[in-house]
């Protein structure tokens, strides 16, 4: 692994998005097929191009492709990536793990959705269990947002949105305390949940945005797929000064150093 790795500044056009999707329920569920019959990352990746009305370019990976579609050359070209999963989180090798995170670490952008919460990528960059309350009773989820000034609300109407039907999420919600907090969850039935979380990983940023129960029609909802586009622009690159991913040691200084000093190599194997 080399010690630093430039990424392209987010000036680069067109934006670069990898739409990842387990894509197992479609194949199995008819309750999600009458749903998502072309699959749940057809109907993403629609929520992605509409909103960015062009100067962007989504492809879209799923678990059982070779490499889960993640190669070397799909992740070396991509800005963002969004991430679905649910039932197959065991089933992403650890290999394809390790590349993913190292490039959130070189300024990937990461948005991880609903379920992905358990996703062996989240969990290894919150560094926690990631666990949380769940409920699936067709309840009504109010989301409120908590910072109006936060590009990812941009273009809502009003200071919270409703989803009719959806699965319950409640704390505690076993992650590191978000670096910034856009949306809360309400929930018919008395729970709330920290919906919407954004964290930075080296170079890279990452949002947590929760809706996406597969058996309910979620992406299909205007404000709901605003806020992943919105949420997809703002992980998005923006500079191009290279990470250092390891602690190289520096021998030779930048200017010089008056003192002598002996090393002693033993110590830092």
């Known amino acids: 692994m080399p010690s630093s790795t430039p990424t392209p500044a987010r000036s680069a056009s067109p934006l670069r998005v990898t739409v990842w999707h387990e894509y197992r329920h479609e194949k199995k569920s008819k ?22 009305q062009g100067d962007v370019e989504v492809r879209i990976a799923t678990l059982d492709e070779p490499e889960h579609g993640l190669t070397d050359e799909v992740l070396a070209s991509t800005d963002v990536m969004t991430w679905w999963g649910h039932s197959a989180h065991h089933e992403v090798s650890d290999e394809t793990v390790e590349k993913v995170v190292r490039r959130v670490y070189e300024g990937m952008g990461l948005v991880v959705l609903h379920s992905g919460h358990y996703a062996k990528v ?18 009504r989820e109010r989301l409120w947002c908590v910072n109006p000034g936060h590009p990812i609300a941009d273009g809502m109407e009003k200071d919270y949105f409703e989803l009719d039907h959806t699965e319950m999420y409640g704390e505690l919600f076993d992650i590191p305390t978000p ?45 709901v797929r605003r806020v992943l586009a919105n949420g997809v622009k703002h992980v998005a690159p923006r500079s191009s000064v290279p990470y250092t991913l390891k602690a190289p040691q520096i021998k030779v200084p930048l200017s010089p150093i008056g003192s002598k000093h002996e090393v002693d190599p033993s110590l830092h194997k």
């Open 179 to 223: 670096d910034e907090l856009v949306f809360v969850s309400w929930f018919e039935g008395g729970e709330v949940f920290r919906s919407g979380c954004c964290w930075t990983r080296g170079k890279g940023k990452i949002f947590y945005f929760r809706p996406g129960h597969e058996t309910f029609p979620i992406y299909f909802n205007k404000d």
């Open 31 to 52: 309750a999600v097929q009458e749903v998502y019959p072309d699959g749940m990352h057809t109907v993403m990746k629609s929520a992605i191009e509409e909103n960015f």
């Open 122 to 139: 989240f969990k290894r960059l919150m560094g926690t269990t990631c666990s949380l309350k769940w409920r699936e009773a067709a309840e």
